[in-house]
């Protein structure tokens, strides 16, 4: 029973199977009726569109004459296609059968030249046994033996290369062949569906519009130049195979002829056991590299057939699209000029972040060089502090200011004499003024120590004047270089396409390419106005030098100023001009360095004076 249920399922599906083909087979049918009774419709009103076109003719007796020149017209045209095309193929039937004879030509070359080679390779088979034969009789030299065995097999080995690579060759060549012999039964084809040239048009091609038959025409140009192409590109891979074959048979020839006279001289002159593995390997070597020679020309004219017809593919895709890039045209030139524009702008970025890098390194070597110089000032007072009485003048002086200034203020240690409010000694007060003193070894001590105070003054002025010169010149080339900039980018502004377009796309870089020549700007009024306060601290530099010079021709005969009277006398109205012309930055570097050449004591005043005057 069960088989029975099987088999019945098993006869209900088959029956559904069949049912369903049955169905898909009538809606197919019912399909082709429909496409064949709108056909007909079709047919019967062209139909009876001619047989109305015939009754209006056979009425009026008169003819579309425009019709009838656009067919003339389409007929002379196709008449000049197909006999171009004709010639052409013509053309490349005698290049396909000259290229089939050579290459039967060069097979039965080939063949002999492969015979000639299994012949020769036997020869040196059995040549390279009597030497091993001859060798085994010496056991002297093993070592050159193992040497020339070695070579022996490596040349073996590059001999089945070079095989291998003349059996690719030969199977790209039966490749070739095969093609050729489908481009035979495609010139076939298309000679059995297109005709000869004498022989009239299809009824399809002639009664159809001027446009259909155009656009079918120029479909059969381009794949009758397509077919042109690849057997040219097929004729020139050809002819470089046989001119490697020809010199490779040539070569082979030589190599044969060589072989043989070495032979004819080996067996009349006796040799050496060793003489014919060496000369063996020598020939070998000499084949090989021939036959790598040989390979690398190949390869050569293999790229460069690549290369042309790289170029050539491209000239055609470029005459291809060429009605089609003229709209474009417009946006293409307009693409190209903002190019370089925008590269020039980048360019100009790139420069304007270098020249910020260079003004923070000169600005960092401005502060090194700096504090170097107050170290070594500090270095340099500090030595002669030990031999000068400098120290007991200027302590003296700073306890009768503060004494004068303030009473309540803690005594400075190393202070030797009296504060102010004390009874004050004729010495200490000839001293301190300078005007005559009882003992003329401490007023020339006096004099000596001012003179070298002043001379550290003016070495540390001039050591500023340089770096205040350096500075100026490299903000002198950051000026420059900012104007240049800002002209490209003002003529990049002025010369950017303005379509709407390209206003849409680009509104936000241009943008921010008006912004960069503001800012550009700012910084070059900011580097100008640098460059203004930097020359007006030259002059007061140079006012100051002016006068420590005047000071030290005072100095020199008649010494009777000291160091805290001078600084009296010149540090407030410095302190007044520096304040009014620069930064407070730089008036601390100032300030800083022109400390470095004072004592521990006189400093502190100073600063005291400083503060006092800033609240003020």
């Given at each position: ?307 042309h017809n790289k170029q050539l593919t491209n000239e055609l895709s470029k005459f291809k699209f060429e009605p089609g890039q003229e709209p474009g045209w417009l946006e293409d030139t307009a693409s190209k000029c903002g190019g370089p524009l925008q590269e ?273």
């Open positions: 029973q069960d088989e029975l249920d099987e088999l019945r399922a098993e006869m209900e599906e088959m029956r559904d199977s069949y049912l369903e083909e049955d169905v898909y087979q009538l809606q197919e049918l019912r399909r082709e009726l429909d496409r064949a009774n709108k056909n007909c419709r079709i047919l019967q009103y062209r139909l009876r569109k001619a047989e109305q076109k015939s009754l209006k003719v056979a009425q009026t007796g008169q003819v579309d004459g425009e019709l009838i020149r656009s067919l003339e017209q389409d007929l002379k045209v196709a008449k000049d296609v197909s006999v171009r095309l004709h010639h052409e193929l013509e053309n490349v039937e005698e290049k396909r059968v000259k290229a089939e004879d050579e290459n039967e030509v060069l097979r039965q070359q080939i063949i002999e030249v492969e015979v000639s080679k299994q012949t020769l390779q036997n020869e040196l088979d059995k040549l390279k046994e009597s030497s091993l034969k001859r060798r085994g009789s010496r056991e002297i030299h093993k070592e050159k033996k193992a040497f020339t065995q070695e070579d022996s097999a490596d040349l073996k080995c590059q001999l089945q290369f070079a095989k291998e690579e003349a059996s690719l060759m030969r199977k790209k060549m039966a490749k070739l062949g095969k093609e050729k012999d489908e481009l035979e039964q495609e010139l076939q084809k298309y000679k059995s569906i297109y005709g000869d040239v004498d022989s009239p048009l299809p009824t399809g091609e002639a009664g159809g519009p001027p446009s259909t038959r155009e656009a079918e025409l120029k479909l059969r140009l381009k794949l009758v130049e397509e077919e042109a192409n690849i057997l040219g590109r097929k004729i020139v891979e050809l002819e470089v195979e046989n001119r490697g074959i020809k010199a490779e048979m040539e070569d082979m020839r030589c190599q044969y002829e060589k072989e043989c006279l070495s032979r004819d001289h080996i067996s009349s002159i006796p040799t050496s056991p060793y003489g014919d593995s060496v000369e063996s390997a020598t020939e070998l070597r000499r084949h090989l590299q021939f036959v790598e020679e040989e390979a690398e020309l190949l390869r050569r004219s293999i790229s460069e057939v690549e290369d020039e702008l980048k360019s100009a970025r790139l420069q304007i972040n270098e020249l910020s890098g260079k003004v923070m390194k000169l600005q960092y070597e401005n502060r090194v060089l700096m504090s170097n110089v107050q170290r070594y000032d500090l270095a340099s007072h500090l030595g002669l502090r030990t031999s000068s009485p400098r120290d007991s003048d200027a302590d003296s002086d700073a306890g009768k200011k503060e004494s004068d200034s303030e009473e309540g203020r803690p005594p400075q240690p190393k202070r030797e004499g009296p504060i102010g409010g004390e009874s004050d000694s004729e010495e200490v007060y000839e001293k301190t003024s300078g005007f005559g003193s009882g003992k003329p070894s401490e007023v020339s001590e006096l004099c000596s120590a001012e003179l070298l105070r002043v001379k550290e003054d003016t070495e540390s002025l001039i050591s500023i004047r340089r770096e205040a010169e350096r500075l100026e010149r490299t903000v002198e080339r950051l000026i420059t270089d900012t104007d240049s900039l800002i002209y490209d980018a003002k003529v990049h502004v002025a010369s950017s396409p303005s379509t709407e377009q390209d206003f849409r796309s680009g509104e936000v870089e241009r943008g921010d390419e008006r912004r960069e020549p503001e800012l550009l700007d700012t910084v070059n009024s900011r580097m100008k106005a640098f460059r203004k306060e930097l020359q007006t601290f030259l002059e007061k530099v140079d006012h100051i030098g002016e006068g420590l010079k005047e000071q030290m021709e005072d100095l020199s005969p008649l010494p009777h100023l000291t160091e805290s009277s001078m600084f009296a006398f010149f540090f407030p109205l410095f302190l007044f001009f520096a304040f009014q012309m620069f930064q407070p930055i730089i008036l601390l570097i100032l300030i800083l360095v022109l400390f470095s050449s004072l004592s521990y004591a006189t400093v502190f005043k100073l600063v005291f004076l400083f503060t006092l005057f800033f609240v003020l």
